[in-house]
């Protein structure tokens, strides 16, 4: 499988980008990773890498997504982007996913891999805006990987995302191949597209279409149009488990998810400190989807020490420990309400976060006895334990 997969990349992707990857990515994340230990071992918080969301504008209108921000979009401050990122530099992360919204959208979106060549970059994208003069930046920077949201086929994909987004997407993915881009696709698992995307025809025209990773995420129902129904209950998330293996096993694409670590355990990214999400109005959050925060990034902060001194995300991380190995956005929305309540915070979400939360119904998440199976490959395991959590976004 990995000879197949090795031939598969030289094929399809630009061995000058090939390059870049290895040497600005994953070389780098072995030390990324070893300097996050040893903060952990000093007591120190601070994550291997930053969700940096750059605005929340965006096109669409998806269904369960929780940037759905009422008023007149907000835009972190490109100075702020580069003083967050000499911070956490100087802590030894080199790796750094730019989302939205939209992050298309976003004016200086090229500026910032173009200010730090020895950096490298994951873009979230709805994939609309990959036209050739987006494609050709990518090329030419070298320091870039995208990933295009894609959650199923055009059936299933539109139903959430809107009509006519499939055919849209794809096309832009169809140049990021054209150009030998190293590109992945994220798809979000609901109780609509379970068995599509989970099957292996799938995984199969994901990887017709030139991505060298698959990237799973399963759905929580946040934002103000949240479709509870489309949760996953805790067979589907055993079956999630027990279908990634098998598909690893068949297919010469990298399947990722960010649930399971190598031994089967179920994990929670930001109870870990692996990753924190930084939002529009440059608030600290836990992760993407829980939008609060405590403390913020401003003219005169430095990223590591606002962190570091976070009393908020402390409490978070102690809060989830003591509850679940899982999600507690899933698994316990009023209690986690009323821990962000008690923190004395601000909603970042434009909305009513706290009042979503205490209306929501607690769901299962990816913590069930029946999903904690060790990886049986090798590679797999490797990369878990190595290089996993310094690779590239969780959402």
Not at 90 to 116: M, N, S, V
Not at 154 to 176: H, K, T
Not at 241 to 258: A, C, F, M, S, Y
Not at 259 to 278: E, K, Q, R, S, V
Request: hydrophobic share 40%; proline share 6%; charged share 20%.
């Amino acid at each position: 499988m990995l000879l197949r997969y090795s031939a598969g990349l030289l094929r399809h992707v630009s061995p000058r980008l090939l390059w870049k990857a290895a040497r600005l990515w994953l070389l780098p994340s072995l030390a990324t990773m070893r300097a996050y230990r040893a903060r952990i071992k000093n007591g120190e918080l601070f994550p291997p890498f930053l969700f940096l969301s750059l605005t929340d504008a965006c096109n669409l209108r998806c269904r369960g997504c929780w940037v759905d921000y009422p008023g007149s979009p907000r835009t972190l401050a490109f100075d702020k982007v580069m003083r967050i990122i000499d911070s956490a530099k100087k802590q030894g992360c080199r790796f750094f996913t730019l989302l939205g919204g939209e992050p298309l959208l976003y004016a200086d979106l090229w500026g910032i891999p173009e200010r730090h060549p020895d950096c490298y970059f994951q873009v979230i994208t709805n994939g609309i805006f990959l036209d050739d003069d987006a494609v050709g930046h990518i090329r030419t920077l070298g320091n870039v990987t995208v990933l295009v949201s894609l959650d199923g086929g055009e059936a299933n994909n539109d139903a959430r995302r809107g009509e006519g987004v499939f055919a849209q997407a794809v096309e832009g993915l169809r140049r990021l191949q054209r150009a030998g881009i190293l590109f992945g696709v994220a798809t979000t698992v609901t109780a609509a597209n379970y068995d599509e995307v989970l099957g292996d025809a799938y995984v199969r025209f994901i990887r017709g279409l030139g991505a060298a990773y698959l990237w799973y995420y399963g759905y929580r129902p946040v934002g103000s149009d949240s479709a509870p129904e489309l949760a996953l209950n805790a067979a589907m998330f055993s079956r999630f488990r027990k279908r990634l293996l098998e598909l690893r096993r068949r297919h010469p694409i990298v399947i990722i998810d960010t649930y399971w670590d190598a031994d089967g355990n179920a994990i929670c990214p930001a109870a870990l400190g692996l990753g924190f999400h930084i939002g529009p109005a440059g608030g600290v959050e836990p992760c993407p989807p829980l939008s609060y925060a405590a403390d913020f990034i401003d003219a005169g902060s430095d990223a590591f020490t606002t962190i570091n001194s976070s009393r908020f995300l402390r409490q978070f991380q102690e809060f989830a420990a003591k509850r679940t190995r899982g999600c507690v956005i899933l698994e316990y929305p009023g209690d986690l309400a009323d821990l962000l309540e008690a923190s004395e915070g601000q909603d970042t979400s434009g909305r009513n976060f706290l009042e979503e939360l205490r209306a929501s119904r607690p769901c299962p998440s990816h913590s069930t006895p029946e999903s904690a199976i060790p990886e049986d490959s090798a590679i797999y395991r490797f990369l878990k334990r190595r290089l996993f959590f310094g690779l590239a976004a969780y959402g």
